[in-house]
Each structure stands twice: as structure tokens, then as C-alpha cells.
């Protein structure tokens, strides 16, 4: 208790204060600037902690990770640009919602789960740390392999009416997600010789084509669309009556926890969280064929998910030492270069850490919900501005991100090639959210799978697998997995089968 | 109507600002070009980017900083030398960025034994030797090897000793991918200590971080890395650290305590040296100044004082020495995954 006074006295000191409100509408912004993604608003925050003592710091940069993932959402919403590639899965119902002049209840709806998703992540980081750390110490490369699994397992379900197009476009992502240096042998694939393919194919500037460039150039191909979107209805965000909120309130509570243990897995982060939170409800939810049309549930999944992974990487970062994700990496960072040494003995010797950790991400997300519903006035109003003006803004908001990831122009290149790509995937009635899924899901699978196998003993490749699949967790998920996969398309078949008799 | 012009004026400016604010972090804006060498004697007349071959808090990103920091802070460098981080594949992106900027004089970036092997295990076919200019080499660092406190293995020698039994009785884990930093300064202890089948070791790499967790989680049984990843869980005394790969025991009040590699019986050091390097045909008025720019530095209280405080050595060498110093190395990393991966070919044929 004399701790968490401590942490909330860190927070509540004037200067503080006003330094979080600071961060966090920094955070926002930079989260909805496309290609400035989570890391990099940590990053670009850093030179903003100089001055102050370290525990002020990570407060700071916490309030900043926080916002700019909350910040993502509110662009994925409105522009179908996701800010941050986490709130990816966002754009599949908000953008949908936007188009209907519903904007301002999918804005609502996302401030409020995220909101309540960082929240509940903050505490568990706070009361089951110690337990919290166990459990990350017990996932390995093949539990990982298994929930990045699960994610791509979604690919069937996706739009079911189209399931042969949609599994194509989600192998075509996993194949992108093999270009490049092989993983563990660091020994080009698929590259034709070229330099540019080496480093392989760049999640953000691939997700910022196919989302904002292809939005752009369908605006301009069909502009009739566009009345919708800046068209009648209130625009500001609204936050979600009680009885919307109520209806889903259980998502809210299961993405929050899965997001929280996802979040504390070394190499997941907020990307898989949501992505793996979107698809666990589609599955659960009892009318998944709303999914995608711009339905409540598929804001609150995602969004709760990927705030609660930020409680969640914070976790091993400050009882071990250990960054959980890019962004506690940057952070880490910034405090060693404090002078702090990162460990197990931080939290005993200086635990008003841990609690200035949490007093900042508490009152951070709740700050956030005024602060975005603030800057999303602003931004609806940008929905006004004519699209002649605002299509060629995004895409220069589009290439500066592009950009803007690794400083090289291949990326720009690749984001432009993405766009047309992604034009002629919804012409041809192609699914680019299985193809972003495959890319984004692909690698992570990829890697573990194979470390897995290196680190499982068999004398051959299958008693290898064998062993993988005795794993308790690794097993139990995998066969969800199998059966996830196959009954979208087993059940047609039955209910043929069925008519026919 | 009038308020919400102003709130929208506001925004944009707002984004503006921010936007340059993005581009000044990201470091875009200064493309590094080569510019007409107009003569030596102005050298350096405007902005010299430098180049951290990987991504913020590690080892090359910290010298790259401290450098930059101890150069203008003392103003012996007149222009802003901005850090930019060109992560990806061991380094290969920075090098491939140096090799564009061919003959520039605006443009330099720091690296250590990976340049080499990135290049010797086939990542890149970029070379030390044909696409940069060896400028002064600045430090060296050492890595170490650990186990998790419950490990049966109290020093370096019992390690060898199961693996001389059977090499693929211990998953060795690092930071760096396979056949590159970490896994051959674990190579190179095995084969002085004389074990035997190299290549059977299964190593994993966890680039992006999580080998101290996997280690610690008991999926791998003995971590290489650097000395950084592992010194906060050693205080805690959840990991033991077996050894230090460096000559001599290193002068830092938790370090002090590990043995060398020479005394579990070991008779081989490894150095992970960081140097500072430009692009190829780097004009000579360019490479003489930053030479001399570079020894300055080193005698530096500055320099000293943070040597002192990320427990570096500091090991000056200039130009020409670096060069020499670059051949020999690279010849004894070649020999050296000729013989470890070498076997692993003809075991495939």
C-alpha cells in the first residue's frame, strides 16, 4: 500500500503531471502518424527524459507506449490507416463503421476498451508480477510458435464465401514472410540476387500500402464512397452507451487477459495481441458472420487486446530485466544509459519502479480517453477537408512513414508497390487481411517453429515435431489450431451432405 | 465556425511540428551524398551522420552515442554529428548503406567482428575490404558465458568436458544469429579446449532479444553473449556466470569475481573490438581528420569516464594499423568457419 502511495506521489506531483498529460497526447499523435509505430513514439520521447531522475523517465515513456497504441486505433478507424501495426485488425470493423457515418461510436468504443484493456493489464502487472514472470519464463519458442499458430488459423474463417481466395492471399503473405535472410541461418532467400530483398519484406511499409495507399487510389477510382465517410452523422467521438458497452463486456474481460499474457511473452508484443484477440472472438462470438461488416466486437477485441499487452511487456522488463517487446527495449535503454542496472535486484532495492510504473499506466489511460476524444475532434474534422486535398495528404503522411521506419527509400518503394498490389487484390476480389495476417504472423511462426525444432532432441525431423506437440501448452493450442482450421470448410460440406440426404 | 479554424490551424501546425520533429529523429533530410571534395582544408563543413548498425540500446548504438556525445560536447568537432540506427541483418543494412555512399566524406558508422562475419558465413556479399575505409579501431569488449543458478556446470572446463562426451548433449543459446558473434566466440573456447564435432553444438539465436529468458526459462543450457545482457540477473544470482572470454579478469566490482576462460583451462580470448569506419574511397583529407579527430578523443576524460562506466578497454589503433589488424582477424575468423561449418557440408553430402 506504502507503495502504491509512492508511485501515485511520483505521478501527482505537479511537473509530473502535466509531463504525463504531455506524453500521452505526444503518444496519440505519434500513434496515428502511420509508420511511427509504438517503438519509435517511445524512441522519439527518449530525448524528452534527459532531464529528469530515472523513475520519472520510465513514467513518462510508459504514458507515451500507452497512448501511441490507443493513438493507432483512432487512424485505423477513420482512414483505414493503421497508425500503429497493432491496431491492424481495427481497421476491419472501424473503417466499415466510419463508412456508415458511425465514426464517432467506433471512436468511442475504442477509447473505452483500450482504456479498460491498459487498465486491468496495470494492475495484474502490479499484484501478480512475480507469477506474471513465471509464466513468461515458461513460454518458449514452441509455445510461441503454437499462439502465433492460432493467429494464422483465423485465415479460413475470414470471409468464409470466399475461403479459396482468402487461404491463397493468406499463403501468398506467409510466402512475402520467407523473403529475405533466412532467420537462423542468416543465408538469403528468395532474393533473386537483389540487395533490396535481403533485409526481406518490411511489415509497416507493406501494412501502410495496402491499407492507406489502396484506400487512397479506390477514393479516387470511386469517389461515390467518400460521401459516406465525411458525410451527415455525428462525427465527434462518442463514448458507447451502457447497454452497448454491457454487450461486450466478456470480450472485454477475455482480451484483456489474453492481451496481458501475450504481452508478457518475449518476441509477441501488442501485433500478435490483437491480431490473436480478433480471431479468438470471431470464434467464440455467436454471430462471427458480423465480423468485418463494422460490429462493435471487432473494435473492442483488438483494441482491448493490444493496450493490455502493453502492461503485459512491462512485466519482465522490470522484474528481470529483460524487454519483453521492441518498445521495453527502448525503454530499457533509456535507463541504462541512466546509469540504472536492469535485473531481478531493481525492484527489491528501488520498487518505487514497479509502482510509478503502474500509477502512470493507470491514470495514463484514463487521461488518454479525454485526451483522444479531444484530438479525434480534430481528426474528424479532417474527414471534411475535400478529397482531392486529403488523398494525396495521406499518402505523403504515408510515404514519410514508409520512410521513416528504417530511413531507406527501398521502403517507400515497397509501400508504393504494396498500394497497387493491394488495389488490384480488392479488384480481384482478393483478401488482403489474410495476406497482412500471413506476412505479419508468418515470420514470428517461422522462426519458432524452426528454434523449437533445434531445440527439441529427435533424431529425426518428425520425432522432433513429436516431442513439440508433447509440450503441454504447445499441444493443447496446436490442436485447437487444427480444429479451428478445418471447420470452416467441414461444415459446409456437412450441411451439403445434409440437404442432400 | 471561427473556433473550429482555429482548432484545425492549431492541429496542423501541431502535425507539422511533429512531423519535423519525426523526420529530425529519424535522421531523414540529411542525405549523406558525396559531395564535391572541394578541398581539405574546410573539412568538415557540414553535418556527419553516423551510423549505429543496429537498433537503440545496444553496444553499437551506446559507442556510436558516446562517441558522437564526446565529440561535440568538447567541441573538437565543429559540425552536428547526428546518430541514425540502421538496424537489419547483423549489420549488413548499415554496411549496404556505405557502400552507396561511395567516396562521401559526410558519412560514417561503427562496427565490430560481425562485419566480418556477416560476410564470411554469406549474409551479405558486401566486404570490410571493398566497400568501407577502416578508420580507427576504439575499444574492446568482451562476452561471457552463463548458466542458470540450478545448472550442475560451476566452471567453463565441465561444460567442454560433457560436450567432449557428446557435442550435442547442450543447446548453447546467444544474441546473435548462427555462425556470427556469439555462437563463434563459444566455437572458438570449444575448439581450444578440444572438443570435438563443432558443428554438431545445436546453437539458437535469438536475435530479437529473449535469449537471457530462454536460458533462464531452462530451454537452452548455456548462454554466450555480452557481458551487458547478463550482469543485472548475475547480481540477482539468478544466473552463474562461468566465464569471461578476455585475458585477464575484468576491473568491475561484479565482474571481478568470474574467472577467465584461461583459468577453467582454456587457453583462448575473444575480443569483440568496435572500430569506427567510412564508406569506400573515403577522400584522404576526410580520413586523415577524423583519424587524428579519433586519437584525440581517446585521451579524452570524456571518453575515459564512459569506457569506465559500460566497462569497456580502451584500445586505440589507427588507420593503417586497424587495416593490418582487420586482415589477420578476418583471416582467423575464415579459418576458423571453414573448419566449424565446413564439416557440416561434407556431413550433408
Redesign the interface.
Known sequence: MELLTSGLAVVFQPTMFILIIFAVFLGT??GA?PG?SAT?AV??G??FTYKMDAVSAIAFLVAIYCASITGGGMTAILFKIPGVPSSAPTTYDGYPMAQRGEAGKALGMQLVCSAIGGMFAAVCMLVLSPQLTQA??????SELFAISFMGLSILTSLETDNICRTIISGLLGLLLACIG?D??????RLTFGT?FL??GIEMIPVMIGFFAVTEVLKQTAKPSKLQAVGGSGNMSAKLPTLKEFLSVKWIVVRCSILGTVIGIL??AGATIASFLCYSAEQKMSKHPEKFGTGCFDGIAAPETGNNAATGGAMV?LLS????GG?AA??M??AL??K?V??????L?DQPQFLSATFASMFVSNIIMVFAAIVIA??FV??LKIPYSILGPTIIMMAT?GA??T???AVDVILMAVSGLIGFLFAKCKFNSSAMILGLVLGVICESNLR?AV??A?GDTLFAAFANLAMRPVTGIVLIVCVVVLVWPVVKPMIAKKKENK | MKVKMGTGMRKLKQTALLLVLAAAASGCGREAEGTEPASGDEYPREAVEMIAPAGRGGGYDLTMRTVAQCLTSSGQVPVPLPVTNKPGDGGSVALEYLAENKGSDTVLSVFSPPICLINLNGTTSYSYKENTTPVAKLLVDYGCFAVRSDSPYEDLGEVMEALKEDPSSLTIGGTSSIWSMDHLQFLVMARAAGVEGLDQIPYSGFENGGAVSQLMGGRIDVLSAGISDVVGLMESGDLRVLAVTSGERLDNETMRSVPTCMESGIDEVFFNWRGIFGPEDMPDYALNYWEETLENMARTECWEEYCSQYGWTMDYMGHEEFEQFLDETNEEYRLLLEEVMGGEDSQGE
Open positions: 499523435l505519434f502518424l511511427v519509435m524512441t522519439l527518449i530525448p513468461a519464463l515458461s513460454f518458449g519458442p535472410l532467420p537462423l541461418l542468416g543465408v538469403p540487395r535481403t533485409s518475449p518476441g519482465p528481470l530485466g529483460i524487454p521492441n527495449a527502448i530499457m535503454s541504462v544509459l546509469g542496472t536492469m535485473g531481478p535486484l531493481l527489491v475532434k480534430v474534422q479532417i514519410i520512410y521513416a528504417k530511413n531507406t528454434r533445434t531445440i532432441e
